[in-house]
């Protein structure tokens, strides 16, 4: 790996594992702040590939834990988030801007989007006993409905985060030369 790419990771870490800190701490259990590490992340793996994707997942999951032990910013990023950047980053080609392959990528996040929050709302109340507004509403219509409707409500961010990191890495890329 080149050291330009672990400057970058590094960069990347960095930002991102102060946006899960202040999210904790802060403003407890947010969802959308932890967005920004997923857009952080789709940034250092559209900038530095596999190798320094898979390096920033696992330093950032790695810190998160230090920082925040066992909590819902801790589930949340690891359950829906860190797996969401290699999602996207996967499925890259596949951009919104022609139909066939909106629908396509569309899908894919809607699915991802359903399974994953299913977990996260089973899972960190077992291990956390601490809720999310995701919890709330899941208190009142059942994780099977909460599940696919904040499923729909994530499609649009997949498409922001997607369409903005590949503008930020492009942006990027120009600097550098």
Not at 28 to 55: E, Q
Not at 94 to 114: D, H, N, P, S, V
Not at 138 to 166: E, H, M, N, R, Y
Request: some cysteine.
């Amino acid at each position: 790996m080149k050291s330009r790419n672990i400057a970058y990771i590094a960069v990347f870490c960095a930002l991102a594992v102060a946006i899960v800190v202040l999210t904790h701490y802060v403003i407890p259990a947010k969802t959308v702040p932890l967005a920004l590490v997923a857009f952080v992340g789709l940034v250092a793996f559209n900038k530095t590939g596999w190798g320094g994707g898979i390096a920033f997942a696992v330093v950032v999951e790695i810190l998160t834990f230090v920082f925040t032990g066992l909590s819902v910013s801790f589930f949340t990023l690891s359950v829906l988030f860190v797996p969401y950047i290699f999602m996207a980053y996967a499925v890259r080609k596949l951009t919104y801007t022609k139909i066939k392959t909106a629908i396509i990528r569309g899908l894919i996040a809607f699915a991802y989007f359903a399974l994953t929050s299913f977990a996260l709302m089973s899972l960190t109340v077992f291990v956390t006993g601490s809720q999310s507004a995701l919890f709330e509403v899941q208190d009142k219509i059942g994780i099977w409905l909460t599940a696919p409707l904040f499923a729909v409500f994530c499609i649009p961010a997949d498409f922001f985060i997607s369409s903005v990191a590949i503008i930020i890495t492009d942006r990027l890329n120009k600097i550098k030369k």
